[in-house]
């Protein structure tokens, strides 16, 4: 067989060869070294980095998922689970019907893709600038609702608790609530073992706010 390429190249010669195929090496070995000084100094990663999913809250604290399943279904790895469950007027987790009771993304699996963001309807998915998620347990690495629910600001009240008063969920999606409303209390939490108490079902002022915008 020839050994002079299609393109009619000269033919390389036995020893040719292989110094042609370690050229690249010998050129890497005079270039200044890129040392990073991880963990000492994280590297700051871009604004739509792909890390740990996060599930959202309305502005008041009530969640946004709806437990569609949506972003289950969206996923190419199987590494989304999700169980939604009705809400009730005693215990509300989120505006509407349904609300996602169990909620767990297995990391193992997950390869930051995207798609599940895609797939939400309703925001309630997004992903976070967090990278550091390597651990020595497959256990470890599914994460829950618990680890995966955004924390509460200041004009948040932790759920369940009843939606502000005057509004339906149409106006938590178009963005209307701004807050808990005055005097919101959080509900007893049947669902997760809790003991109904006294008192723990008030829901809030019972007038509802003047104008569509509330809890400004």
């Not at 199987?78 to 909620?103: F, K, M, Q």
């Amino acid at each position: 067989m020839s050994t002079e390429s299609s393109r009619g190249d000269t033919p390389r010669t036995p020893f040719q060869n292989p110094v042609a195929g370690f050229g690249v090496t010998f050129k890497a070995m005079f270039k200044k070294r890129l040392t990073e000084q991880y963990p000492e100094q994280p590297k700051t990663t871009a604004p739509r980095f792909h890390g740990r999913h996060q599930l959202n809250r309305h502005p008041d604290g009530l969640e946004k998922c709806i437990g569609c399943e949506l972003c289950a279904w969206a996923c190419p790895a199987d590494a989304i689970y999700v169980e939604g469950a009705d809400n009730t007027d005693e215990e509300r987790y989120s505006p509407g019907e349904r609300y996602g009771r169990v909620y767990q993304i297995n990391y193992a699996r997950c390869i930051l893709c995207g798609l599940c963001i895609e797939a939400c309807p309703t925001r309630a998915l997004t992903m976070t600038n967090e990278f550091e998620l390597a651990d020595s347990s497959r256990e470890n690495l599914i994460y829950t609702k618990e680890q995966l629910l955004a924390g509460l600001d200041d004009d948040m009240v932790d759920t369940p608790h009843a939606m502000y008063p005057g509004t339906d969920e149409q106006d938590y999606y178009r963005g209307l609530v701004h807050g808990a409303a005055p005097d919101t209390v959080r509900q007893v939490a049947v669902s997760k073992g809790e003991e109904p108490q006294e008192a723990a079902t008030d829901f809030g002022p019972t007038e509802p706010a003047s104008g569509k915008v509330v809890g400004a």
